[in-house]
């Protein structure tokens, strides 16, 4: 037990230095870069005068970071990557296993056949867009299932009740939703890799920077870890119309019923433009609040954020089997 505590805990105390983990140094730096124009426009609404200690102020604001919503972030970020290390190995999809099973079936329905490319560099660019467009795709389709089906949303709505958003709130998750986006990655990416596995023979290799892939890093680099946060920064109209920017993020959280179901996209707004659940910052006139509203008291403690939802998401469930079945 302790030789599984003490090898979780460190690798835990690695997320500062893996560029595939949203809170990577990298990523905290670019954030914390990108907030400063924040800062300054701040300033200007208010006259103040700027300094170091006024901006850490601004980046770290005890309210934010002390509350009780921001301190079961913490926690969870701990206790799910326990879970994750005790439970999921056993029962999790793997990619290598969907990858073999996308290219034999495709070999078997459409024959075998000369690579498409052969060019290192072209297979790489498409192997990587691919995987980008694909993973982003099926993050979305999720992400939009879990608002909509009713016993789904119980699991998925851990995560809407943080009443505070620091980076740490994207480790804000039931364990069930956890497991869930841990099937779609297996699945996306064993696909992708298999289709190109098919298409273009072995010599498959991504396109990435310090590990990561490019498309993941430009997206983690470009103020990540703001969308879960207090400081609103906005790409604009005309960028919206093609990638979620911080503030966006911000307007999904919104406690406001109009916000509801909105901007579930997590890199690309594509997918929420063709679902027209798109929503732009420019859109909101007035400070947003977050959570679920104050009818919802399901996720106060670390227990009911765990138990709760498996009782309410059974509930959902009784409600639609037959009344003679219930009974």
């Known amino acids: 037990m302790m030789e599984f505590l003490t090898s979780n805990f460190k690798e835990l105390s690695l997320y500062l230095f893996d560029p595939n983990k949203r809170i990577y140094w990298g990523y905290i730096v670019s954030a914390i870069l990108l907030a400063l124009p924040v800062f300054f426009f701040t300033l200007k609404q208010t006259a103040e005068k700027a300094s170091i200690f006024g901006f850490l102020r601004f980046l770290f604001p005890k309210h934010i970071y002390l509350a009780t919503s921001a301190k079961h972030d913490y926690a969870l970020l701990v206790l799910n990557k326990l879970l994750k290390a005790a439970l999921f190995p056993a029962i999790v999809l793997t990619m290598v296993p969907v990858a073999l099973g996308v290219s034999d079936t495709l070999e078997w329905v459409l024959g075998t056949h000369e690579p498409l490319m052969t060019s290192e560099v072209g297979i790489m660019v498409v192997f990587t867009l691919l995987l980008f467009i694909f993973d982003d795709f099926t993050r979305f389709y999720l992400h939009y299932l879990l608002h909509r089906i009713p016993f789904l949303w119980e699991f998925h709505k851990v995560h809407h009740s943080a009443k505070v958003l620091t980076p740490f709130t994207i480790y804000r998750s039931h364990p069930v939703e956890s497991y869930l986006y841990a099937c779609r990655m297996a699945l996306t990416q064993g696909f992708v890799v298999g289709l190109c596995y098919y298409l273009f023979g072995p010599s498959l290799k991504m396109y990435d920077i310090v590990g990561a892939n490019i498309f993941v890093f430009a997206f983690n680099i470009m103020g990540s870890n703001l969308r879960h946060s207090h400081i609103w920064l906005s790409w604009g109209d005309k960028v919206e119309n093609w990638f979620i920017s911080p503030a966006q993020h911000q307007v999904h959280h919104s406690a406001n019923p109009k916000h509801f179901d909105t901007n579930l996209g997590?890199?690309?707004?594509?997918?929420?433009?063709?679902?027209?659940?798109?929503i732009k910052a420019s859109e909101i006139t007035s400070p947003l609040k977050l959570g679920i509203g104050k009818q919802y008291q399901q996720h106060e403690t670390l227990w009911g954020i765990y138990i709760n939802p498996f009782i309410q998401a059974?509930?959902?469930?009784?409600?639609?089997?037959p009344s003679r079945v219930k009974n």
């Open 266 to 278: 997590s890199a690309l707004s594509i997918w929420d433009r063709l679902n027209r659940s798109l």
């Open 314 to 321: 059974g509930l959902k469930l009784k409600s639609l089997l």
